[in-house]
């Protein structure tokens, strides 16, 4: 059963980059039809998509972030990452890795990470 | 983007009740659209996929309906462990995925 788990840094000073790490165990990145996903959702709030980057590495990324977003795919780890450049207080959220499973086409977000929170302040 | 928007936002009910929870898309989206379930401190959880098919492992008191622009999540029964927030999802397009403001099923 494929399990992930967000690591990364808990605090980023503002206009610092934030990564973060997604560990894939109990299957391999590299097989399968999957899109690899990021996912953030601020403190009370609802759910914000990032991103995603294919096993085959094509990437979609969400318009109001792609200048500042990098998702890449990193197969002899068997993991994926975040990067967000130029980081402010809007950036502070809890960041969720998924699994995007494809089906006939349709994709949705069938295994999730724990989520990792991130906070940006100097 | 595709807007989707959740009504209601927020819902009491009680043990034992039927729930509808509705979400609307701002254009259509055939059946691409998916539901999820959070709990608070927890990550989503998926239960249905492309409208109505039921995710593996999800009790079966929970169904979706809907095509086009509107779309249904019913909860058959509620038990108190179905006391959560709940997304919506359109995975039309993806210049972004968009989800809906979610909503937060309470005990009454």
């Known amino acids: 059963q494929v399990q992930l788990q967000e690591s990364g840094p808990g605090l980023v000073k503002p206009s610092q980059t934030l990564s973060l790490t997604c560990p894939v165990s109990g299957g391999s990145i590299s097989s399968g039809a999957y899109y690899w996903t990021w996912i953030r959702q601020p403190a009370g709030k609802g759910l914000e998509w990032i991103g995603r980057i294919f096993t085959g590495g094509t990437t979609n990324y969400n318009p109001s972030l792609k200048s500042r977003v990098t998702i890449s795919l990193d197969t002899s780890k068997n993991q994926f990452s975040l990067q967000l450049s130029s980081v402010t207080a809007a950036d502070t959220a809890v960041y969720y890795c998924?699994?995007?499973?494809?089906?006939?086409?349709?994709?949705?977000?069938?295994?999730w990470g724990k989520g990792t929170t991130v906070t940006v302040s100097s | 983007d595709i807007q989707m928007t959740q009504s209601p936002s927020s819902l009491s009910a009680s043990v034992g009740d039927r729930v509808n929870i509705s979400c609307r898309a701002s254009q259509r989206i055939s059946t691409y659209l998916n539901w999820y379930q959070q709990k608070p401190g927890k990550a989503p959880k998926a239960l249905i996929y492309?409208?109505?098919n039921l995710q593996s492992g999800v009790p079966s008191r929970f169904s979706g309906s809907g095509s086009g622009t509107d779309f249904t999540l019913t909860i058959s029964s509620l038990q108190p462990e179905d006391f959560a927030t709940y997304y919506c999802?359109?995975?039309?397009?993806?210049?972004?995925?968009?989800f809906g403001q979610g909503t937060k099923l309470e005990i009454k």
């Open positions: 492309t409208a109505s």
């Open positions: 999802q359109q995975s039309y397009s993806t210049s972004p995925y968009t």
């Open positions: 998924a699994r995007e499973r494809m089906i006939r086409g349709v994709g949705y977000m069938d295994v």
